[in-house]
C-alpha cells in the first residue's frame, strides 16, 4: 500500500466513522425524546417521582407510567422506526424516491385490513387478528406496485400514480366499511384512527415490536444488495445479485413492517416518506446506515411529535397524525431548500 | 477460455441473436463490431447472465454458466454497460467497492478498501474519488464503470463500448489499459466497439455481427476488409496498412443491394475449437 491509496481507504473510512457517529447521536437523541415524553404528562409528576415509579412500586404513579405513558412512548418509536425504515426500503427498491407506505397506498391498505377485521369480529377479536389483516392487505397492494414496477418501462409516476389510486381505493373502501357498520362499530373504528396511540397496550406493543424488529436485521443484511439496485439491475445482476428474489423478499418485509406500523395506531403517513429524505440529505446512500438511520430519525419524529401533542394544549390531545404532518413538513421544506445539489 | 456455443436470442418474437459461436482466450481481445441495432449490446447480456438466452450456452473455463449461482459467475465475468442510470448515487470509491460485492458478506474488510483503492489509483481516478458518481462527466463515469468491473478481480472482461464517450487521448489510455491489463493478468477480453481503427488496432481477433448473426470473424486484417465492411455497413471504404496499423477510412455510401450481408464470406473461421 502506497500513500495515496492509503489516504483513499482513510477517506472512506473517516466518512464511515462520520455516518456510525450519526447513527449513535440519533440514538441518543431518541432515548432523551423518551425520557423527556416519559416526565411530561397531564398528571404532572416530578422527575425524581417518575424514575421512582419506574423502578418500583409507587401505586397511582407506578400505574400511570407503567401503564399509561410507558406504552405510549415505546408505541411511538415503534411506529416511527417502522414507517422510517419501510419508507428506505421502498425506495431502495423500486429506485424512487417518492415511493413511502403511504404514497404507495400500502399504508391504506394495511388500515382497510385492519378495520375490515374490527368491523367483521364486532368486539370478539383477537389482537393479532388485526394484525394479520393489515398484513394481508399490504401485502396484496405491495404486490401490485411490483407488479406495475415489472412492467414495461413503468415510470417513476407510473408507480406513485398506481400508489396514489390504491390509497383511494383502500379509503373508500374503509369509509364503505365504516357506513355500513353500526354506531358501535364506527365509534370503535374512529377512535382506532385517532385515540390510536392512546390505545396501545403491551400486548399490541410485543405484537406490532415482532412485526417491526423481527424483518429488520434480515433488511441489514441485504444493505449492500440495495446499494447495487441504485445503478440499476442490469449492474446489479452483474455483480452477483439476485435482483429478483431480492425484491421479492425485500417486499413482504417492508410490508410486513408497515402492517406492524398502522395495524394498532392508524395511518402516520408523512414519516415514511421524510424520514428516509431528511436521513440522505446528512449521511448520504449507503444502506448499511440509510436503513438503520431512518428508522431511529422516523422514531425521533413520532416520538417528538407525540409528546408536542401531549403538552401544546393539555390536558387535550392532538392527534400524532396530524401533529407529526406539522413539524414534519417544514423541516423538510427548510432542508430541501437548504441543500445544495440533489440527492435523489 | 470462455466459450459462447450456438447462441441463439429472441426478444419477443423478434429473433435477435442467431447462433454465435465465439472463443475468447485469456490475454486476447476478441471486439464485437457491427452497425447499431445488430446485437452486440444484447450478445453481452446473454453473456453475463443478464438475459437468458433462448438458447446456446457459455461455458467459462470448462464449467457452463447457466448452472452457476450468480455470486459465482460475479467472480469469473465482469461486465461494463454502456451507460449506467443513477439514483440515490455513492461515491466514486463507493461505486468502485461495489465491485466487490461478490467477495463481501456483509460489510467490506480491510482487503476490499485497498483492492478498491488500489485500482482507482491504477486508472488515475484518486481526485475525484470523494465525488458522487451523478457529477462525473461521461467519460469518467466511463472510467469509474471500468474500475468497477476490476475490482471484480474477474478472468474475463465484457465491455459494452468502453470508449464511446471518451476523448482523444482518454480513449486510448483506456484501450491501453484494457490491452496491459489483459496481458499482465492473463485476461480474456470481449467488447463491443463502433471505431474500427481502433479495434483492428487493439483486438486480435474481430467478431463482425450483422443482424444477428456472424458475418464474419478472424483477424483484424482478414475481417476488414472493403467487401465486408460495404456488405455489413453498407459503405465503400479504402483499407490499407499504414504506419504498421491497419487504416480504414470510409469513403462514402455504398448503394444497397437487395441481398445484401447474405453473401457468405469465404473466410469464415470455424471457431469451434
Ligand atoms: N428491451 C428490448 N426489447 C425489444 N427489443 C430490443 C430491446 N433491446 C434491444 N432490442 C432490439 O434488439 C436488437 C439488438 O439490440 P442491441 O442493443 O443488442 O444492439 P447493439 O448492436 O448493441 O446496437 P448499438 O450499436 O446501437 O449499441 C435491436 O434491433 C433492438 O431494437
Ligand atoms: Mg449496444
Given at each position: 500500500m502506497n500513500n495515496i491509496a492509503d489516504d483513499l481507504c482513510r477517506g472512506y473510512k473517516a466518512r464511515a466513522d462520520a455516518r456510525a457517529l450519526f447513527l449513535a447521536a440519533a440514538f441518543f437523541l431518541l432515548l432523551t425524546a423518551m425520557a423527556i415524553g416519559l416526565c411530561?404528562?397531564?398528571?404532572?409528576?416530578e422527575f425524581r417521582e417518575v424514575i421512582a415509579s419506574l423502578l418500583k412500586d409507587t401505586g397511582r404513579g407506578h400505574s400511570i407510567i407503567w401503564m399509561l405513558r410507558l406504552p405510549r412512548i415505546v408505541m411511538a418509536m415503534l411506529v416511527g422506526f417502522g414507517m422510517g425504515l419501510a419508507g428506505a426500503v421502498f425506495q431502495a427498491i423500486l429506485r424512487n424516491p417518492l415511493a413511502s407506505p403511504f404514497t404507495l397506498g400500502v399504508g391504506s391498505a394495511a388500515g382497510f385490513g385492519a378495520v375490515s377485521v374490527i368491523l367483521v369480529f364486532g368486539g370478539g377479536f383477537q389482537t393479532w387478528y388485526i394484525a394479520c389483516g393489515a398484513f394481508l392487505f399490504s401485502l396484496i397492494s405491495a404486490a401490485l406496485i411490483l407488479a406495475v414496477a415489472k412492467m414495461k418501462r413503468a415510470s417513476s409516476e407510473t408507480m406513485i400514480l398506481t400508489g396514489i389510486a390504491q390509497m383511494f381505493l383502500f379509503s373508500s373502501l374503509t369509509s364503505l366499511l365504516q357506513y355500513m357498520g353500526t354506531m358501535e362499530q364506527v365509534h370503535e373504528v374512529v377512535f382506532w384512527f385517532f385515540?390510536?396511540?392512546?390505545?396501545?397496550g403491551w400486548r399490541e406493543i410485543g405484537l406490532a415490536a415482532a412485526m417491526i424488529l423481527l424483518p429488520f436485521p434480515a433488511l441489514l443484511w441485504r444493505a449492500w444488495d440495495f446499494n447495487l439496485l441504485s445503478s440499476g439491475d442490469e449492474s446489479a445482476l452483474a455483480l452477483g445479485v439476485n435482483v429478483k428474489r431480492l425484491r421479492m423478499s425485500a417486499v413482504v418485509a417492508a410490508s410486513l413492517v408497515t402492517a406492524g406500523g398502522i395495524c394498532f395506531t392508524g395511518v402516520i403517513g408523512f414519516v415514511g416518506l421524510v424520514a428516509p429524505h431528511i436521513t440522505r440529505m446528512v449521511i448520504g446512500n449507503d444502506h448499511q446506515f440509510l436503513l438503520p438511520a431512518s428508522g431511529l430519525v422516523g422514531a425521533l419524529i413520532v416520538v417528538f411529535a407525540d409528546t408536542l401533542g401531549r403538552t401544546v394544549w393539555a390536558p387535550q390531545v392532538i392527534p400524532i397524525g396530524i401533529v407529526t404532518s406539522f413539524i414534519g413538513v417544514p423541516f423538510f421544506f427548510y432542508l430541501l431548500m437548504k441543500r445544495t445539489r440533489e440527492y435523489w | 477460455m470462455l466459450k459462447v456455443m450456438n447462441l441463439y436470442f429472441n426478444y419477443n418474437d423478434t429473433r435477435v441473436l442467431e447462433g454465435i459461436v465465439a472463443n475468447v482466450e485469456k490475454g486476447r481481445v476478441l471486439s464485437i463490431v457491427g452497425p447499431n441495432g445488430t446485437g452486440k449490446t444484447t450478445l453481452l447480456k446473454c453473456i453475463a447472465g443478464i438475459l437468458k438466452p433462448a438458447a446456446g450456452t457459455v461455458v467459462i473455463d470448462g464449467h457452463d454458466a447457466d448452472g452457476m449461482a450468480r455470486r459465482e459467475l460475479a467472480k469469473h465475468l465482469g461486465y461494463v454497460p454502456q451507460s449506467m442510470p443513477v439514483r440515490f448515487p455513492a461515491t466514486v470509491f463507493e461505486t468502485v467497492l461495489a465491485g466487490r460485492r461478490p467477495y463481501i458478506a456483509w460489510r467490506p474488510s480491510r482487503d476490499d478498501l485497498e483492492r478498491t483503492a488500489e485500482i482507482i489509483e491504477e486508472m488515475n481516478l484518486a481526485d475525484l474519488a470523494?465525488?458522487?458518481?451523478?457529477?462525473?462527466s461521461g467519460g469518467q463515469a466511463q472510467k469509474v464503470l471500468l474500475a468497477r468491473a476490476l475490482a471484480q478481480d474477474t478472468l474475463y472482461l465484457l465491455l459494452d463500448e468502453p470508449t464511446s464517450n471518451l476523448d482523444l487521448r482518454h480513449e486510448l489510455e483506456m484501450l491501453e489499459v484494457i490491452i496491459t491489463l489483459a496481458k499482465r493478468k492473463d485476461m480474456g477480453v470481449l467488447m463491443a466497439m463502433h471505431d474500427l481503427n481502433l479495434s483492428a488496432r487493439f483486438s486480435d481477433t474481430i467478431l463482425m455481427l450483422y443482424q444477428g448473426k456472424i458475418f464474419c470473424s478472424g483477424k483484424p486484417s482478414e475481417a476488414m476488409t472493403p467487401e465486408n465492411i460495404r456488405e455489413v455497413y453498407g459503405v465503400e471504404a479504402a483499407v490499407r496498412q499504414e504506419n504498421g496499423y491497419l487504416q480504414i477510412q470510409p469513403l462514402r455510401c455504398a448503394d444497397l443491394?437487395?441481398?445484401?450481408?447474405n453473401r457468405i464470406p469465404p473466410y469464415v473461421k470455424d471457431q469451434e475449437d
Open positions: 411530561i404528562g397531564a398528571s404532572g409528576m385515540g390510536s396511540l392512546s390505545k396501545a | 470523494m465525488r458522487d458518481i451523478d457529477q462525473l443491394s437487395p441481398s445484401r450481408g
